[in-house]
Structure formats: C-alpha cells, structure tokens
C-alpha cells in the first residue's frame, strides 16, 4: 500500500465533526477548518513543522487534552502531512460532510481559506500579497474566498456545483503552493536536515 492510499484513507476517517468538538472542548478560538488551513498554509511555509508547532497555534492550553482528542489532533497532522506533496494529489482540505448545509459548509471553506492564509504568513514569507506567478495568484484567491460568507447558499443545483468547483480548486491550488514553495523550505532546512 502507497503512503499516498494511506493518507488518502487516513483523511477519510476523520471527521470534521469530531475535530470541531474535540477543538471546541479544549477551548480552541479557531474552529475546526481554520485550524486545518492553518495547518496547510504553515506546511506550505515551514520546515519543518512540527505537530507541537501547530498545536501552539491552535490551542491555548494543551494540558486540557485528553488522550482520546490528542490522538486525533495527531492523526489529523499526520494525514495531511502525508497527504500534501504526493504524485497522485492525496491531499483534501477538511471541511464538513456534504449533507451538512450549504450555507455552513461556504462558511467553512472561508474559514479554511482564512486559516491558510494565516498559516502561510507564519514562515518565511514577510508579504504575501507581494507573491508572483501562480502562488501569488492563489493567494490573491484565497482571500476572495476567506471574505465571501455562505449565508445566502441555499442548497440548489447550481449552488452546490459551485461548491464543488471551490473545495476542487483549493485542493489543488493547496498542492500548488505546497510544490511551489518547497525551494523556499529548502532554503531554511537544507536537503540533509529536512524529513521526509
């Protein structure tokens, strides 16, 4: 089995449902797809970047964790991990299940957008908006999306098909800035230093 099926399966057991709650009891400000964006935007922009980093940044007090949520903190850093960089395009934003309403899941995915944004300008980039070709361009998207609110999504046809075309967009245009970016990475963590 590839490490890409297994991330690939290991995203799809979690449920953003569960990491909301489980953020929600550890007292967490940002909800559970800004805290996954963020996640995304800092792989994008740092390594490397540990679980211990994120959690940092997403929780105000790791000692209120029990085993049970520290565990899927863990499988959600470690899926997504394995998920950004690889050939297949593994990689999927976590966002709520298509059976929750419209309205909550375009809300979600500004957030997501909001929380990558967020994460990429934690690494070595001063200016995100001073970005060039193809991530500047996604960048530039990234903040339309964060600033569009759902609240007037109602789950018609051409509606949910336009949700469709966003959450594809932002899965590939994650991996973009990921591949992008990685000689970035590699000038702060030189070749031999960085894990794989």
């Not at 419209?102 to 929380?115: I, K, V, Y």
């Not at 070709?133 to 949910?160: L, M, P, Q």
């Not at 970016?181 to 031999?192: M, N, S, Y």
């Amino acid at each position: 089995m590839s490490l890409e099926y297994h991330a690939a399966i290991m995203m799809s057991d979690i449920r953003f449902q569960d990491f909301e709650d489980v953020l929600a009891a550890a007292g967490s400000h940002a909800d559970a797809a800004e805290a996954h964006g963020s996640l995304c935007g800092a792989l994008c922009a740092i390594a490397p970047y540990r679980m211990q980093d994120w959690v940092n940044e997403i929780l105000p007090d790791t000692g209120a964790l029990s085993a049970e949520s520290a565990a899927l903190i863990e499988r959600v850093f470690t899926a997504t991990t394995m998920s950004f960089g690889e050939q297949g395009m593994a990689f999927e934003p976590l966002l709520p299940d298509d059976e929750e309403p419209l309205n909550g899941r375009a809300n979600a995915l500004a957030l997501w957008c909001t929380g990558f944004l967020y994460g990429l300008g934690t690494g070595q980039i001063s200016d995100l908006d001073s970005l060039a070709g193809d991530v500047g361009e996604i960048v530039r998207d990234f903040s339309e999306i964060s600033r569009a609110t759902g609240d007037d999504a109602d789950g018609d046809e051409s509606n949910e098909q336009a949700y469709a075309e966003l959450v594809e967009f932002i899965r590939v245009a994650a991996q973009v800035v990921f591949e992008e970016l990685l000689p970035l990475r590699a000038q702060v963590f030189p070749p031999a230093q960085r894990l794989h």
